[in-house]
């Protein structure tokens, strides 16, 4: 469906007297979006759909921190994410907190009427970075979210760029999720750990 998103975001790099304080140069960003009458895939996968207005909003930090003379800056980046009517995949809140299989209960007896809790909003918070080494042919990644509900998402993984035209990447995909209320997204892919390599050639 054609949707209309407006939004709104500004930014700001702290610049201190200090060149080795922490906040220097660290730069802060605010985003915020409507969207009216955004429209979601119903519970049922009808064509019945559910029409809400959304307004999605984060804060982000950045910053570029040098450790040591001898050691490129590692860049860094955190985030944290609000939605108000579906979470990081889209999917509409109100098919959320119900345990295993649409109305069941603990016990494993349904409840009268089928129908989840929901939730109220998402939020989510992230962490980032990537160090390069000395030569700059090799580079340590990390990448960690955590759904405020409970679950969690961990990417470590390494780049190593012998010459120009080639380059290697080792990544895993970790995900641990929060419990079985179907209450945070990990619950969807925590089976689908992985360790993934890529080998690049450029010409």
Not at 94 to 109: A, H, I, K, Q, R
Not at 111 to 121: E, F, M, Q, W
Not at 134 to 162: K, T
């Amino acid at each position: 469906k054609r949707e209309t998103i407006v939004g709104v975001g500004g930014s700001y790099i702290f610049d201190t007297d200090d060149p080795d304080d922490f906040i220097n140069q660290l730069m802060i960003k605010g985003e915020m979006s409507y969207t009216k009458d955004k429209q979601f895939t119903a519970l049922d996968l009808s064509h019945n759909w559910i029409e809400e207005d959304e307004y999605t909003a984060a804060i982000i930090v950045e910053k570029y921190e040098r450790w040591s003379a001898a050691v490129p800056s590692m860049y860094m980046v955190a985030e944290w994410m609000f939605k108000s009517q579906s979470d990081l995949f889209g999917r509409h809140l109100s098919g959320s907190e119900n345990t295993p299989g649409l109305g069941m209960n603990p016990d494993g007896t349904y409840t009268d009427d089928g129908i989840p809790d929901g939730s109220d909003s998402f939020n989510a918070v992230v962490f980032a970075f990537q160090q390069p080494f000395p030569d700059l042919i090799w580079r340590l990644d990390a990448s960690f979210l955590l759904d405020l509900e409970g679950g969690w998402f961990v990417q470590p993984g390494i780049r190593y760029r012998p010459s120009a035209k080639f380059q290697f990447d080792l990544y895993a995909n970790i995900a641990q999720d929060g419990g079985n209320k179907n209450d945070d997204i990990m619950e969807t892919f925590d089976w689908a750990d992985e360790v993934f390599l890529r080998a690049t050639y450029f010409f």
